[in-house]
């Protein structure tokens, strides 16, 4: 059962190769599991690499066995097709072209297992990009805002600023008029002369002035505080809106990617061997002499051909045979004297008929 199975994978004719060698048809055999357990392993790059497309388990596998049975049909055919011929080099012309099929099958089979093989590294590789990402996010979304918040910030510096002075000022007139009370400067006579009532009505007219002023700067610093507190949550707002996309940054392109930037030789020498795997029938049918097989497949081919061609011939002198015939039976009538007198009637009948229309209608048309 599992022999003709493999027998069938291998693309032979199984009418001829049953009746062939056990040695013969262990070589096929072969062939034929090779071809299987290769859209096996296509079944299981296809349907990880889906995987990461779609995260769904049920879809990556349907999608993933369609994949597999097409690697299946195109394996099958690549390697059926391949005959033994007496020339190596028309051999060798005849596969190239499955080989570079071959080569390009391998290259989609193995990628997919690449990046499950070194899931672990590429995951290192993509968190790294990802902090970077995130960083770069950051720092864009910060070019948005920052002049902005940075204008407030100093608006605000610069109310404060003023309240600053203001008070500054403030000070300085009531040390002013404390020190002519106390007889420390000025007219540096102690008690509340003239000069000191002077001192503290300015005094006092700037310290309105001040509570004035931080009732309005007061006012104007919570409505730019308040402005800076949305700004700086819409800045954090649109990060965490735009860091799913960073974190889910993962899909096959990515990962693909990120195996770009690991080291070369280990993805090398995994795509060499599913090569080997995937070129060993080719090379398998190339390198073995030929065999009970072929020259059964060969002779069943050249009879088919040569009768065949032999039907060619039998219809092409058959044609030309009544071709012959006919033109002598034509050729016979044609002398015959009532066949004449027929003809010659009738056409006369004819004729008459086309006068006859050709003058109704002149007749009409005056």
């Known amino acids: 059962m599992l022999k003709r199975f493999f027998l069938a994978c ?30 096996v392993m296509a079944f299981i790059a296809s349907s990880y690499a889906l995987y990461t497309v779609f995260d769904n388990y049920f879809i990556a596998a349907i999608f993933g066995l369609i994949w597999g049975l097409l690697i299946f049909n195109l394996d099958r055919f690549i390697v059926s097709t391949i005959k033994k011929r007496n020339n190596k080099w028309k051999e060798i012309a005849q596969a190239t072209p499955r080989i570079i099929l071959a080569i390009i099958i391998a290259v ?18 993509l968190l790294t990009e990802k902090n970077q990402m995130t960083l ?19 608006e605000i510096a610069a109310l404060k600023n003023e309240i600053s002075i203001k008070e500054k000022e403030t000070d300085a007139l009531y040390e ?11 007219t540096l006579l102690i008690g509340k002369g003239p000069v000191y009532a002077e001192k503290r009505q300015k005094h006092d007219a700037a310290l309105a002035e001040l509570k004035q002023l931080k009732i ?38 990515a990962r693909v990617n990120a195996l770009g930037k690991l080291p070369f030789i280990p993805s090398l020498f995994i795509f060499l061997l599913f090569l080997a795997i995937e070129t060993s029938p080719i090379f398998a049918k190339l390198i073995a002499p030929k065999g009970e097989f072929d020259y059964k497949l060969e002779d069943e081919e050249s009879a088919i051909k040569n009768w065949v061609a032999q039907k060619v011939n039998q219809r092409d002198e058959m044609l030309h045979t009544d071709i012959i015939i006919n033109k002598k039976v034509y050729d016979d009538i044609s002398e015959e004297e009532e066949l004449y007198n027929y003809k010659r ?10 006068a006859d229309a050709f003058y109704k ?6």
């Open 10 to 39: 291998s693309g032979v004719d199984t009418n001829i190769i049953t009746n062939c060698s056990n040695g013969e048809q262990n070589k096929y055999v072969g062939i034929g599991a090779t071809v299987f357990f290769t859209a």
């Open 108 to 125: 989609v089979i193995s990628k997919p297992l690449e990046l499950k093989l070194f899931e672990k590294e590429i995951n290192q590789v």
């Open 136 to 154: 770069d996010n950051k720092a864009q979304i910060a070019q948005q805002f920052t002049p902005e918040i940075k204008q407030t910030n100093q």
């Open 176 to 186: 002013t008029y404390i020190s002519e009370a106390e007889g420390r400067k000025g």
């Open 216 to 253: 309005a700067n007061n006012n104007k610093i919570q409505a730019k505080e308040a402005h800076l507190a949305n700004l700086v949550t819409a800045q954090k707002n649109l990060e965490s809106k735009t860091q799913p996309i960073i974190t889910n940054f993962d899909g096959l392109m």
């Open 345 to 354: 009637k009738k056409a006369r009948e004819l004729m008459q008929l086309q």
């Open 361 to 366: 209608k002149q007749q009409k048309m005056l």
